[in-house]
């Protein structure tokens, strides 16, 4: 696995958030992905896509900087800042996020296995 092979599927993967694309995301993430809010809840799969899909999470503008990519075998952690702005049930989000993802290569392609957000500002 390339680091490039890495920073396409991020790309992809917050371009897909940023236009709430449900079959681009359903594909990225498994389905026994485990995710850590900031808030401490952590979420799965279904629980992620149903917020795109019900139109809960509307994502205004998303800017990824401060990328760090390890590839350790078949796998690879992300470590990444994102600057956010939008909206999740009418309640806006804005702020300066650090993500870490935890991307798996299958068969079936990469996929993100897990991940974890804290809000720096």
Known sequence: MEKE???TAEIELLTAIKNSDISVLDQMLHDDL???????????????LNAYRSGKMKIDSLEA???????????AVV??????????????????????????EFESGLKVIAGSCVQLA
């Open 79 to 104: 470590a990444v800042t994102i600057s956010l702005k939008g909206n999740y049930d009418n309640n806006p989000i804005q702020g300066v996020f650090k993500y870490i993802r935890v991307w798996k």
């Open 5 to 7: 092979t890495i920073v």
């Open 65 to 75: 900087s401060d990328q760090i990519i390890n590839v350790i075998n078949n796998s």
């Open 34 to 48: 485990l995710f850590n809010m900031p808030d401490g809840q952590t979420i799965t799969k279904d629980f992620d």
